[in-house]
């Protein structure tokens, strides 16, 4: 866990971080999750401004079958999402996302989303 305050360069530690994670790991798929689609928007522009360093440019999933399709291709990428996605329709069940060991999830303003209904 990392804390920023305001204005302090959050998204910036984050684009080092996936950069260095890249580097070390074997083809990861880093997901970055956020709450909110303008804080997702925001730091996606920051993540594809950083393509050079990533190897690669981001991408943002649309809804939750796009995302599923973005988890199981075994090449790595940068994929941004919503909190939102993971939310339980009542009574319904859901298969894995993914079974790879090598997603690294960043979650933005994690602490936002730990209590009811999205914890």
């Known amino acids: 866990m990392i804390w920023h305050t305001q204005g302090s360069?959050?998204?910036?530690?984050m684009v080092f971080y996936a950069g260095k994670i890249v580097q070390l790991?074997?083809?990861?798929t880093i997901l970055v999750?956020?709450?909110r689609n303008d804080?997702?928007?925001q730091l996606f522009d920051t993540f594809a401004a950083s393509k050079q360093l990533l190897r690669q440019a981001p991408t943002q999933a649309n809804d939750r079958q796009h995302l599923?399709?973005?988890?199981?291709?075994?090449?790595?990428g940068v994929v941004f999402t919503t909190i939102q996605k993971f939310q339980p329709d009542k009574g319904n069940v859901y298969e894995t996302l993914s079974e790879r060991q090598n997603i690294v999830v960043i979650a933005?303003?994690?602490?936002r989303t730990?209590?009811?209904?999205l914890s």
């Open 25 to 28: 790991l074997a083809n990861p």
């Open 9 to 13: 360069g959050k998204s910036l530690s």
């Open 33 to 35: 999750i956020t709450d």
């Open 39 to 41: 804080l997702d928007d």
């Open 108 to 111: 933005d303003e994690a602490h």
């Open 68 to 76: 599923k399709k973005l988890l199981k291709v075994a090449s790595g």
């Open 114 to 117: 730990q209590s009811m209904p």
